[in-house]
């Protein structure tokens, strides 16, 4: 089996920084691309950020210039630094993964959800 799992979280004050990451474990054979998303209260889920095996990144709009996402394939992790954050930023946010898997031989490719992580912003 495998799971993303990410500690982290909490509340910053707006202007704040926080650091959250990812670990993914388990029978892996590969990770390709990683990323985080975020679903506010009320609202869809959304994208935040995303980076590929070879570091290439993509950000949302609104995250661009605040946001960093990186990872270590060796160790099999991604992070979201955040900075300059904002009220609207608040959202529980959830790391994904795209992973091949391996067990008895056979491999299997699918989508995986850390269970999400609470980020509260407020004065």
């Known amino acids: 089996q495998v799971h993303l799992v990410e500690p982290g979280g909490g509340l910053v004050q707006p202007g704040g920084s926080l650091r959250l990451s990812c670990a993914a474990s388990?029978?892996?054979?590969?990770?390709?691309?990683m990323g985080w998303y975020r679903q506010a209260p009320g609202k869809q889920r959304e994208l935040v950020a995303t980076?590929?095996?070879?570091?290439?990144?993509n950000y949302a709009d609104s995250m661009k210039g605040r946001f960093t996402i990186s990872r270590d394939n060796a160790r099999n992790t991604v992070a979201l630094q955040m900075d300059s954050l904002k009220p609207e930023d608040t959202a529980v946010y959830y790391c994904?993964?795209?992973?091949?898997?391996?067990?008895?031989?056979?491999?299997?490719?699918?989508?995986?959800w850390g269970q999400g992580t609470q980020v509260a912003v407020s004065s």
């Open positions: 994904n993964a795209d992973i091949v898997s391996v067990d008895s031989g056979l491999y299997a490719r699918r989508e995986y």
């Open positions: 388990g029978s892996i054979f590969n990770i390709n691309n």
């Open positions: 980076i590929t095996r070879a570091g290439y990144t």
